[in-house]
């Protein structure tokens, strides 16, 4: 017997919710003491604690009654246009109209699956991909066509195969990907744009790490590469990319604020969607949002930030050159906040955590970021999180397990 | 042609979403210069801004960093403790683990109906009843069995005939209902928890007003009945209301907090729900809410907003009573923040609004509020918004209009 009638109710959804191997994992992760490579957190020392007090104190004093007040669904217009604004210094023509704020990009991903995906449907993702996504689609019934990646982001020559399929759309994280940390070439990305355009597929672009580039030259977003592409089917294919960004990564991840840019018949559905699912974002925190960033704070922000995770990734590949066994390889990512390890094939990245968690280090194994199996072999390792000086322990205390289970096989 | 790849993709599912005439009525309430009784805000001379500046300064300078951060999906635990604590209050007993914190009801809504509803499905409802969860369930199919209502609340006398054609589950407003702003009677409450039972049908009940009672005595809330009641099926039936409420009316709906208190199981199940659409609600508001809340000084706020609400109610009745013509009726909430007008059947509330428009004077027409149609000779009046004197000028311009009308006819 079930032990209330709701469960009667619910029974026939929650059957996968479950059993989530992943879920119980990262529990045994967030134990006391332990080094965890394991989140996706951003590093609480660069949160501009201070900036923010003032801004909370402004937007109370002049504008208080509104910022507690309900607001529209599509949200704060002077943050929809400084975001339109920040995004046509890339070269994407784009107005409020065309941005919609969400409550953190997690809702966007949601909403998408809302109001496109159908029991069955397909959607072209990369082999692995973020887990996030996977888990707001698979609510909706998703399959998933996954296409390899390597060191360069998506494999292109194989998306051409998996477009034949008829898919709804294309799911890609250019930059810093999470969980491989890889990024997409410009190469890539026009094959990406001409193959979209020959198939009229269209693509969702996931680019919350961005802004996060600490070496290397920054690449034009997929929007911008087809808002330039002029293909056979009629010349410029404009709106075929939805994109989405967050301010979780740039400010604070606790204010759950993100944008997504579309076309504005695009943008307008998704509003309604947003209206029956949760009216609208908190208007103070994103009236906060705009007050922070309205005097180029952010460009200056973003600076501390890239130098922070810098230093936390150099510290991580250098201890991982230095301790981890020659049968181990990793990315090499140019920004971002994770890197991804590969083992050899025989071995359980799963099995490895468990030895891992008894030596007080964490990671995230990589099976559950490939959405049609496979990965057993891979770890994902977030390197903007922990202290240099925990990094080097923790990956020393990593290097030393991995050798171990290495040389007992 | 369609203009974007994009609208090929949801054109199945956004149908019904292009047509609503409440929202395209709803912009025109939104002019300047409009004396408007159409929107559902609290005053905005109630927020307590100098309390919540206050709390956000010691939040941000106390612990920053956490308030900034990712958090738990089920929301920030001193706050499901407080909560708990105030609902065992009432008679109620719950830990922290009954409660789980949304971004705002509506969101509870959502979740409900992507838990529980599939399309067809049938859902309970007064008529007429809360728009907003008529939107939250109509994405995902729901039918409605509506039972009729007067000045007590549901006629539990018409619920057993509902119950028999199978719903989900039954949804109460127990208190000053939306949008009628009429109070379920205690013995209906017990009517309603006893039929609940022989059905073996369980209950959402949403409560965001019951707090803003400014006349007659507190009554037990449903979710207190329910827990209190020993029926022939096994004695006490606990778990079978889920009950929510809201920080919006309480303290401000720009934070975007409400709460769903459910058995442990259900809330768990909730809280997955929750983790694929959107990780968690605003660290920071959660902190800043409990902050504001910890000292017991919602306790004393919430007497501000009572005394508030009442004059202008108060003001609302007199004035309706001065200048409405006979042949209309109304409502005599005993809080909340909505009473209800009935006109003559032959009269479109609808066309009334066009008149009032002119005058400069707006309200919502009724029949948006029930879901299997009729109810076009009814409306909404919203008195907790507009300062007295304003309601007392655009209540007389109304009832101008509706003895010019009623005249005309």
Known sequence: MLQTPWEYRYAHR???????????????????????????????????????????????????????????????????????????????????????????????????????????????????????????????????????????????????????????????????????????????????????DKYGVPIVEDDPYGQLRFEGEHLPSVVNVDSQYRGPNGGCYSGNVIYMSTFSKLLAPGLRLAWVIAPPEVTRKIVITKQAADLHTATFNQIVAYEVGKGGFLDEHVKVIRATYKERRDVMLETMAETFPSEVHWTHPEGGMFLWGILPEDMDAAEVLKVALEKKVAFVPGFPFHPNGGGKNTMRLNFSYSKPEDIREGITRLGTTLKELIAKR
């Not at 023509?93 to 991903?109: K, P, R």
């Not at 390597?150 to 810093?176: Q, S």
């Not at 890889?182 to 990406?192: A, I, P, V, Y």
């Open 14 to 196: 929650t059957k996968s919710m479950g059993s989530s191997v992943i879920r119980e994992l990262l529990k045994l992760t967030e134990q006391p003491d332990i080094i965890s490579f394991a989140g996706g957190l951003p590093a609480p020392e660069v949160f501009p604690l201070e900036k923010f007090q003032e801004a909370c104190n402004i937007v109370l004093r002049e504008s208080g009654a509104q910022a507690l007040q309900y607001s529209t669904t599509e949200g704060y217009r002077p943050l929809r246009e400084m975001i339109a604004r920040h995004t046509a210094r890339y070269g994407i023509e784009v107005t409020a109209d065309n941005v919609m704020i969400t409550s953190g990009s997690q809702q966007a991903l949601d909403f998408i699956g809302r109001l496109f995906v159908n029991r069955g449907d397909y959607i072209v993702v990369e082999n692995p991909t973020y887990l996030g996504a996977l888990q707001a689609w698979n609510a909706y019934g998703a399959q998933y066509v996954s296409v390899r990646s390597d060191e360069h982001g998506m494999i292109v020559d194989e998306l051409e195969a998996a477009l034949r399929v008829g898919p709804k759309f294309i799911y890609i994280l250019p930059n810093f990907q999470n969980p491989t940390g890889t990024t997409l070439s410009l190469e890539r990305r026009k094959q990406l744009v001409e193959l979209a």
